[in-house]
């Protein structure tokens, strides 16, 4: 595996180098709503969240760990609190508004 200034450049990347737990944390979710998602690359579940007071802008949360299957629907509407990781742009943004992090969600449930 490849690393590059903290980003991770092996698409199948292990669970640890992805969601280590000593990346900095750039905000806190407290009861962010967003729809999950399944990242085929990544092989992880994700949460988009729409950035309020924006047009565009959108974070979409990869979730490290597990979640409870009841929830393993895409495009189910939920609500979630955690703290935001950085990605270390990996993986890149897809969108102009798109902010990318990694979440262990403290508290996801359906809306």
């Given at each position: 595996?490849?690393?590059?200034?903290?980003c991770?450049?092996d698409?199948?990347?292990?669970?640890?180098?992805i969601?280590d737990?000593?990346?900095?944390t750039v905000?806190?979710?407290n009861?962010?709503?967003?729809r999950?998602?399944y990242?085929?690359?990544?092989?992880?579940?994700?949460?988009?969240a729409?950035?309020?007071g924006?047009?565009?802008?959108l974070?979409t949360c990869?979730i490290?760990?597990?979640?409870?299957s009841?929830?393993?629907?895409?495009?189910?509407s939920i609500?979630?609190s955690g703290e935001l990781?950085?990605s270390?742009?990996y993986p890149k943004?897809q969108?102009g508004?798109?902010?990318?992090?990694?979440?262990?969600p403290t508290?996801i449930?359906?809306?």
């Amino acid at each position: 595996m490849m690393f590059e200034t903290g980003c991770i450049k092996d698409s199948h990347a292990r669970e640890g180098d992805i969601c280590d737990t000593n990346r900095r944390t750039v905000t806190t979710a407290n009861d962010l709503t967003g729809r999950l998602g399944y990242n085929n690359e990544l092989e992880k579940w994700v949460i988009n969240a729409p950035i309020p007071g924006t047009i565009d802008g959108l974070r979409t949360c990869i979730i490290c760990g597990d979640i409870p299957s009841d929830l393993k629907i895409p495009g189910l509407s939920i609500v979630f609190s955690g703290e935001l990781k950085e990605s270390n742009g990996y993986p890149k943004s897809q969108l102009g508004g798109q902010e990318i992090y990694y979440v262990r969600p403290t508290k996801i449930k359906k809306v």
